[in-house]
C-alpha cells in the first residue's frame, strides 16, 4: 500500500477550479520532495508542479505559471495542487509523485527523479 494517497478530481467547467491533494501517511514516510504530473488521453506525461519538502520550494510547467499553485499542509502533512483557469486540454489523469532523496534542494520537474507514484485522480475540464 501506497503511503500517500491523491484526491480532488472532479468534472469541471472550463474556466472552473479544482484543488488536487496528496496526503502523506505521518511517520510512515520521509521525502524531499513530491511533484504532481499530468497525463492526457494519448498524450505522454507532462510535469505540472512540484515543492521541496524542507525548503518549500517550487516549480511549474510553463503552461500552468501564474494559474496553478501548489502548497504544503504541515499540520495535515499534504501536498495541495489549487487549479484555476483550468483548460479542456488539461483534462487527464494527475499523478502524485515522491521524490525520496531527503537531502535535495529545491525540487525536479523530471519525471526519472520520482521513487514513488500514486494511482492517479482523474480531472475533466469540459462543458
Known amino acids: 500500500q501506497l503511503p500517500f494517497v491523491e484526491s480532488g478530481g472532479d468534472l469541471v467547467q472550463p474556466g472552473g477550479s479544482l484543488r488536487l491533494s496528496c496526503a502523506v501517511a505521518r511517520f510512515r514516510f520521509d521525502y524531499g520532495a513530491i511533484g504532481w504530473f499530468r497525463q492526457a488521453p494519448g498524450k505522454g506525461l507532462q510535469a505540472v508542479s512540484c515543492?521541496?519538502?524542507?525548503?518549500?520550494?517550487?516549480d511549474y510547467g510553463d503552461s500552468v505559471k501564474g494559474r496553478f499553485t501548489i502548497s504544503r499542509d504541515i499540520d495535515n502533512n499534504a501536498v495541495y495542487l489549487q487549479m484555476n483557469s483550468l483548460k479542456p486540454e488539461e483534462s487527464g489523469i494527475y499523478y502524485c509523485?515522491?521524490?525520496?532523496?531527503?537531502?535535495?534542494?529545491?525540487?525536479?520537474?523530471?519525471?526519472?527523479?520520482?521513487?514513488?507514484w500514486g494511482r492517479g485522480t482523474q480531472v475533466t475540464v469540459s462543458s
Open positions: 509523485a515522491v521524490d525520496a532523496a531527503t537531502w535535495i534542494k529545491g525540487c525536479s520537474l523530471q519525471r526519472n527523479e520520482y521513487d514513488y
Open positions: 515543492i521541496n519538502k524542507n525548503t518549500d520550494d517550487t
